[in-house]
Nanobody
Framework: QVRLVESGGGLVQAGGSLTLSCAAS????????MGWFRQAPGKEREFVAA????????SYVDSVKGRFAISRDNAKSTVYLRMNSLKPEDTAVYSC?????????????????WGQGTRVTVSS
C-alpha cells in the first residue's frame, strides 16, 4: 500500500505561482510512476503531469506545458508540481497518483493509488 498526501494548494491571483507537494509513505515510492491530475467543478478529472521512477522522463498536458514543472525527490518520498503563470482555468482540486510501473501514462484508470487532493483557486 502507498499513502499519498498533497499539500500546497490555496488561493492565488492570475499570473501567480504555487508549488504543490505530494508526500508518499508505505511501499518504496521511488519505484512508482507519479502523476498529478486535476478536477475542476463540473468536469472530469484530467491528467496534468507525470514523472517516471528516476525522474528521467516527464509528460504534460498541452495546456500546462511551459508553465508547470513536475519533479521528485526520492530521498524525501515527495513529488512536486511547480505551477507558474497560473490562469483562472487552472482552478481545480489537484490530486497526486502512483503506479508501480516503468511506463509513463496519462490515463487516470492506470493509476492504483490516489491522494485526497488539494484545492487550487486562481482569481482573475
Amino acid at each position: 500500500q502507498v499513502r499519498l498526501v498533497e499539500s500546497g494548494g490555496g488561493l492565488v491571483q492570475a499570473g501567480g505561482s504555487l508549488t504543490l507537494s505530494c508526500a508518499a509513505s508505505g511501499r518504496t515510492s521511488s519505484s512508482f510512476l507519479m502523476g498529478w491530475f486535476r478536477q475542476a467543478p463540473g468536469k472530469e478529472r484530467e491528467f496534468v503531469a507525470a514523472i517516471t521512477r528516476g525522474g528521467g522522463s516527464t509528460s504534460y498536458v498541452d495546456s500546462v506545458k511551459g508553465r508547470f514543472a513536475i519533479s521528485r525527490d526520492n530521498a524525501k518520498s515527495t513529488v512536486y508540481l511547480r505551477m507558474n503563470s497560473l490562469k483562472p482555468e487552472d482552478t481545480a482540486v489537484y490530486s497526486c497518483a502512483a503506479k508501480d510501473t516503468w511506463v509513463i501514462t496519462s490515463n487516470r484508470d492506470d493509476y492504483d493509488y490516489w491522494g485526497q487532493g488539494t484545492r487550487v483557486t486562481v482569481s482573475s
